[in-house]
């Protein structure tokens, strides 16, 4: 298969003087999963933030289905695009984040129902019949008119997940979406994400969940000091780890 | 002495102790509260048969009239140029944010009263006013300063410039006390930087912003009275004319109290509503806000005493009194 979702070559990104991205190379095909592990500081979670251009990046280049996310091309020339034009490249990409970031002055259904009605024009009925399927999807089914503060953590990180999904993404990212949680809702959150990756989601996903990347993986990044140093199977990686770095991340984890 | 044992004796039964500074206080505001009101009704100079006839005298109204609206329409202004300038304040562009800057020290930090009467006074710094292109092109409008500033505009303008700098800097705080989490989240599904603002940020923001622009509106009611010193027929300027005539200034005055008084409490309840509309998803017991909440559950209590007996005390407080 090659039908790549995600190009990446030679990523680069600094804060002052903290090198965080040194020459990120990613692919990404179509309907797979990609884990990317790696110690807090390694750059896995500015890498994910470059894919949508949340974070600028310094050097090298990213496409999502071919379009450098954050720039145009004009005449075989690249230009820093307008926020109004990174706003439309983005909106095939769902996010879900550590923190959730459900809009906490909405109803759980308009978190859902928020992105289709308002930036891609989906009429409010069928907006909402999707909202209503895609809450029992995520085994939230009639909590639509609860705000998220009534709701548990692992309650909102799935409608977060619902949200991401009602735009009928071409591309998931999450970024750590389990490390806000008390450990007993992680599993509810990580379940949910497995049936995505049965389900044929493209998916990127940075986590420290080991067993996550074992059951849903199909490639596993080992991420260490802004460099992908290592990069297989969930088999390969976690079970025969070859770099001395994995080895020592994945011994914490045994 | 009493030895309880070691399981010790249920907390149920202790007794309560009197509490003797509680008492004192409740009789110095009592005591306080029989003088005031002795004053207020044996002191005749109020004449309060002259204040129930001004009260509802057809000039007063209009006076209040004037008040009102002009409040009104300076914080109409004053609020839309306020988020303007937050917007500006905040913005990454430094002459942008430098500039609003600017406006804010100098609004917040000069006198209303002074604004105004330098712009009632504007013809004597500028007597043409023209629009046009500037450098001594041609000019497409021109018109005396003096025709322009009447005090009604002048009041407009030097209450309302004054009140955008204020209110910038309280939509400002409202802005920032929003998760960044909820901006990001909006960017990375595709929202524009209006669409963000709009129906992500500001709603959330407006929690922080509502009480104290309901302070600021409070404020502006009362402020409008600073009007009457370049002849704007507000309220105070309407008994102070009377009072001129008739001499009875305390009565009158005390109609202009009274009136301020109703205006501001109208104005609170409806701030409390407002703010109770803001706090949603944020609030765990839904209902009315607190003063109506506080009189519904009053007169649904009356109701019920009326009806039946108060349950009995079983707390055990009896050695309270």
């Known amino acids: ?254 | 002495m009493n030895t309880p044992g070691l399981l010790g004796i249920d907390v149920n039964d202790a007794k309560r102790r009197t509490q003797w500074g509680q008492w004192a206080a409740r009789l110095v505001v009592i005591f306080i509260g029989i003088v005031i009101a002795n004053f207020l009704v044996t002191n005749p100079n109020f004449e309060w048969d002259v204040v129930w006839d001004w009260f509802r005298a057809p000039s007063v109204a209009r006076g209040l009239w004037t008040t009102v609206w002009l409040a009104a329409v300076s914080m109409v202004i004053g609020v839309v140029l306020g988020v303007l300038l937050a917007v500006a304040k905040m913005s990454t562009n430094k002459l942008l944010s430098g500039a609003a800057g600017i406006y804010i020290w100098l609004f917040r930090g000069t006198p209303v009263l002074v604004q105004l009467i330098l712009w009632f006074n504007l013809a004597a710094l500028l007597p043409v006013l023209s629009f046009g292109v500037p450098f001594g092109g041609p000019k497409l409008i021109e018109m005396s300063t003096n025709s322009l500033i009447t005090p009604l505009s002048a009041a407009i303008l030097g209450l309302a410039l004054n009140e955008a700098a204020y209110m910038a800097e309280i939509v400002r705080g409202g802005l920032l006390s929003v998760d960044p989490g909820q901006r990001e989240a909006a960017n990375a599904f595709g929202m524009t930087y209006g669409q963000t603002l709009s129906r992500v940020v500001l709603p959330q923001a407006m929690r922080a912003i509502i009480p104290p622009t309901g302070n600021q509106l409070i404020s502006m009611v009362k402020a409008t009275s600073q009007v009457s010193v370049i002849a704007m027929s507000d309220i105070l300027y309407t008994v102070q004319s009377v009072y001129n005539r008739t001499f009875e200034t305390i009565p009158l005055l005390i109609v202009a109290v009274i009136w301020y008084l109703i205006i501001t409490s109208i104005l609170n309840v409806i701030q409390e509503f407002i703010e109770d509309y803001y706090a949603r998803g944020q609030r765990v017991e839904s209902g009315l806000p607190g003063t109506v909440r506080k009189i519904v559950r009053w007169a649904r209590k009356n109701r019920q005493t009326k009806t039946s007996k108060p349950v009995a005390n079983t707390k055990g407080a009896s050695t309270d009194v």
């Not at chain 1, 909106?91 to 289709?116: C, D, K, S, W």
């Not at chain 1, 025969?240 to 994995?246: D, I, K």
């Open chain 1, 1 to 254: 298969m090659s039908d790549p979702v995600v190009l990446g070559r030679g990523v680069e990104k600094s804060f002052g003087d903290n090198h965080v991205l040194r020459g990120i190379d990613l692919t990404v095909e179509r309907g797979e999963v990609v884990v990317i592990l790696g110690p807090s500081g390694s750059g896995k979670s500015t890498l994910l933030r470059c894919i949508n251009h949340l974070e600028d990046m310094d050097g090298g280049s990213i496409s999502v289905n071919g379009v450098q996310v954050g720039y145009e091309t004009r005449n075989g020339s690249l230009y820093h695009a307008s926020s109004r034009v990174t706003a439309i490249q983005r909106r095939t990409i769902g996010m879900v984040f550590q923190q959730f970031n459900l809009y906490q002055h909405m109803t759980v259904l308009e978190n859902i129902i928020e992105a289709p009605i308002t930036l891609h024009g989906v009429p409010k009925s069928q907006a909402i019949a999707r909202g209503e399927a895609l809450l029992r999807q995520v085994g939230l089914e009639g909590r639509g008119v609860h705000y998220p503060s009534n709701l548990s953590g692992g309650q909102q990180q799935r409608v977060a997940i619902a949200r991401a999904l009602a735009i009928e993404p071409e591309l998931l990212l999450f970024d750590e979406p389990t490390s806000a949680l008390d450990p007993e809702l992680v599993g509810e959150v990580l379940g949910t994400m497995r049936k995505l990756a049965d389900a044929g989601y493209t998916m990127i996903v940075v986590t420290h969940e080991i067993s996550f990347a074992r059951q849903a993986a199909d490639r596993v990044m080992f991420m260490s000091e802004g460099k992908v140093v290592e990069e297989g199977s969930a088999a390969e990686l976690i079970d025969r780890p070859q770099h001395p770095r994995t080895k020592a991340f994945l011994q914490r984890f045994l």
